[in-house]
């Protein structure tokens, strides 16, 4: 080859080099990283005994929600036995991260401070004093979330399935037309429709949300478990019959960063036709909000209407990619299992928490291995 045409040969190559180079730079440059995993393990089952945190701690375990302090009557928590359950946990390297406010999901008929759901006033002011002087407590001990619920119906359920595959575990069972069947009566509470629902559960925030502000404690409300088609013994649950409507109604009421959700899982995807896929556009919508405080990590056979409660690993939801939804929308709280299965064997229940510790740890390894 000519002197001449090797140059030009060099040339050309090292001008092809450096665009394909700069291509593959560019395109490299486009891709976004996947961002760190923030969320830790945590649970809300057993309290802080010596007990229970030495259990939690053995299993891996360093964040919970420690149910609530002792209630000194006429006046709401008792900040000292707050402090020392902080105490108890900081012993086992644990972070009192939540506690339960006592709005549960058991049912009017058997809530502590049934007036606020029922917008009977002027009880019901009583009772929101109460949750306020609360609010002071989880402040002044350092523990940033309350989760809650605001339900007139307790969790509603039609029977148990026991799972052969599974060694006999028993899983809970929703059938909504098997539950018209039942014909249960309204409860005292009588028809409410989902407007009322909104309006107590605002006559409720107005009142907690500044309070909360102050304090620096978020507020994380549970939708009712499970979502139905229509009014269920007289009454319209406020995230049905479109769980994803009435999710972002809630989220609108207020602009507040204290101001979202115990962001459960498992009952949104109740909720579903199409729980394996339906579940990421509202992970998303939620948590480009960030209006998620809390995740509760429960796995469903089935769908809409007709479901059961399962382990995490054999439901609808592929977990590894929840997990991942949940990182790229920056949550950085607590992943913890909510209802677990049964088994009629000794100590059945805390080797289902286990499984889950264990299952949750491992999702949350393998999503924060991807951003290496």
């Not at 995993?37 to 299993?59: D, I, P, Y």
């Not at 609530?68 to 009557?73: D, F, G």
Request: hydrophobic residues 35%; proline residues 5%.
């Amino acid at each position: 080859m000519k002197r001449s045409n090797f140059l030009k040969a060099v040339a050309v190559g090292s001008v092809s080099a450096s665009v394909t180079g700069g291509e593959k730079t560019h395109a490299a440059s486009l891709v976004t990283p996947p961002k760190k995993v923030l969320m830790k393990a945590g649970c809300q089952s057993g309290g802080t005994s010596v007990e229970n945190l030495e259990f939690k701690a053995r299993h891996g375990i360093f964040n919970i929600d420690g149910g609530a302090p002792k209630v000194i009557p006429g006046k709401g928590w008792d900040l000292e036995d707050s402090l020392a359950k902080k105490e108890a946990c900081e012993k086992y390297g644990i972070s009192l991260d939540a506690y339960h406010y006592p709005l549960s999901s058991a049912g009017i008929d058997k809530v502590i401070y049934p007036n606020i759901m029922l917008g009977k006033s002027p009880e019901r002011d009583r009772e929101i004093e109460y949750l306020q002087q609360m609010i002071q407590v989880a402040g002044k001990s350092g523990i940033k979330v309350l989760n809650y619920n605001t339900t007139i119906l307790p969790v509603l359920r039609t029977g148990k399935y026991t799972d052969p595959k599974r060694g006999n575990a028993e899983y809970s069972v929703w059938n909504y037309e098997e539950a018209l069947k039942r014909n249960d009566p309204k409860t005292v509470a009588g028809d409410v429709s989902i407007d009322q629902i909104f309006e107590r559960i605002t006559y409720l925030l107005d009142r907690l949300l500044p309070v909360a502000k102050e304090y620096k404690v978020k507020l994380a409300n549970h939708i009712a478990d499970p979502p139905v088609p229509a009014a269920y013994r007289g009454v319209m649950r406020w995230n049905s019959p479109d769980v994803f409507k009435g999710i972002q109604r809630f989220a609108k009421l207020y602009d507040n960063e204290y101001h979202g959700f115990n962001f459960c899982i498992g009952s949104i995807a109740e909720g579903l036709k199409d729980p394996k896929n339906e579940i990421y556009p509202i992970i998303k919508w939620v948590g480009e909000r960030n209006q998620i405080f809390n995740v509760h990590l429960r796995n469903i056979k089935g769908s809409f209407n007709n479901f059961q409660e399962v382990y995490p690993d054999n439901g609808e939801m592929d977990f590894v990619k929840v997990i991942r939804a949940l990182r790229d929308v920056g949550y950085s709280g607590m992943v913890m299992p909510d209802h677990v299965p049964h088994h009629h064997a000794a100590n059945s229940t805390q080797e289902a928490f286990a499984f889950c510790y264990g299952y949750i740890k491992g999702l949350l390894q393998v999503v924060a291995s991807e951003t290496a």
